[in-house]
């Protein structure tokens, strides 16, 4: 089989490492949908699934960076459509005053990326991937003297 | 002012409607003083430089055991007493207050008549200037300066957990960083470690911190926890009209939720 040159990193070309939290019915979901319709999207992002976005806590997105992610994304289900009623009305809160937290102590938004992405929205989880790879591209290796990050 | 805190304290003892009172002693450092006798309240001390929220002891099981209470209890401190009701954690009816401001002895308040107190000659207690001036510098930095600031200030933390036991809205039984299956926050007092325990410590507090600053006061290592706090309350504010401390029966900030929340973050 020939494989095309162009496709494989060298070591000079800096790829990032996405870490994304996603809850089961709405953006994994969402994320299938975008693979059964073989839409091709940034293979920059490791999925990890969650019952519900209300069931990420904080630490994970911290955790995360300690371990070596260059930019994290939490997805879930739009508002109104959260299969547990209101997990993602309660994460929402969450995350508005933990960005804030976070971008004061170093970790700002072209590292941290929040969106809803239904599970009809496989085009729309492809694009965010893209979106999101493009833009942690452009910002470069997660700074290795951040705080948070293991040594 | 220190006369009628004493006369009062003693008469609490002495009609029966508290059982301990937990004060300020006089001497260096100004200790939490714990007082059952009405004659051992001339002992009583209050001024600025007590630092302590003694709210912070309400939620110790050998107080809580002697109860009812009651704690010389500062602006902030009353706001604690208003939060720890309203989270369930204090008892109405078992814990009175001796409230004082700066050089004033206040008079002696339920957790209801606290909040009416508070409401209605405090309605805006919030971080003072010079804090916000702090946040605001440091706002304005690049996120790798910031960083840095940060870097530098928790490669001072020792783990101590004194911000813990200082504060009274750190009343878990069990805190995240005692769990070690599977180990959320390392605990190594060295760089990631120290950022995760201090990141979730301030996050905790958010919606719910009454800006005492014991935490700080409380830190060997003089880290700028107060910057986080101010932070996270003023956040708090804009986003969802947090006052904590102001309602005893208010619901949490985090814990609660509006349809309305902003999200414009969101993609």
């Not at chain 2, 039984?173 to 410590?201: D, F």
């Amino acid at each position: 089989m020939k494989t095309e040159k162009a496709d494989v990193p060298t070591p000079t070309t800096f790829e990032p490492r996405i870490t994304a939290f996603v809850c089961n019915w709405c953006t994994y979901a969402g994320a299938d949908l975008a693979g059964t319709s073989r839409l091709q999207y940034a293979p920059n992002l490791r999925i990890i699934k969650l019952p519900c976005t209300g069931r990420i806590d904080p630490l994970f997105v911290l955790k995360a960076f300690e371990n070596g992610a260059d930019a994290v994304l939490v997805s879930g289900c739009h508002p109104g459509d959260c299969h547990y009623t209101s997990g993602n009305y309660h994460a929402r809160r969450r995350w508005t005053l933990f960005r804030k937290l976070l971008a004061l102590t170093g970790i700002g938004d072209d590292r941290l990326f929040f969106s809803w992405v239904s599970a009809a929205e496989g085009q729309k989880f492809a694009d965010l991937v893209n979106d999101v790879t493009a833009k942690v591209r452009k910002a470069g290796p997660f700074q290795a003297a951040h705080p948070g990050r293991k040594a | 002012m220190m006369k009628a805190l004493r006369q009062e304290a003693a008469k609490l003892l002495q009609e029966k409607r508290a059982a301990l009172i937990i004060g300020f002693a006089e001497r260096e450092g100004h200790p939490a003083l714990f007082i059952s006798k009405p004659e051992d309240c001339e002992r009583l001390f209050y001024d600025v430089s007590c630092r302590q929220n003694l709210a912070a002891y309400l939620s110790k099981p050998e107080v809580s055991a002697r109860r009812p209470v009651a704690i010389v209890a500062s602006l902030a401190a009353l706001r604690s007493l208003v939060v720890l009701t309203a989270e369930s954690q204090a008892a109405p009816g078992q814990v009175l207050a001796l409230a004082v401001d700066k050089d004033a002895f206040l008079g002696t308040f339920d957790v209801a008549g606290a909040a009416e107190l508070l409401r209605s000659k405090y309605p805006d207690l919030g971080p003072e200037k010079a804090l916000l001036e702090r946040v605001g510098e440091l706002s304005k930095k690049s996120v790798v300066e910031r960083a840095a600031f940060w870097a530098e200030e928790f490669a001072k933390c020792t783990r101590c957990y004194a911000c813990r036991a200082a504060c009274p809205g750190c009343y878990c039984a069990r805190c995240i960083v005692e769990k070690n299956a599977p180990q959320w926050v390392s605990t190594a007092a060295l760089g990631h470690g120290n950022y995760s325990w201090n990141i979730m410590r301030a996050f905790h507090q958010s919606g719910r911190c009454t800006l005492c600053g014991a935490c700080e006061a409380a830190c060997p290592q003089g880290l700028p926890l107060m910057v986080l706090n101010a932070a996270l309350d003023r956040e708090a504010l804009e986003e969802f009209g947090a006052r904590p401390g102001y309602d005893p029966e208010g619901k949490p900030v985090i814990g609660s939720w509006s349809a309305e929340d902003d999200h414009s973050y969101m993609r």
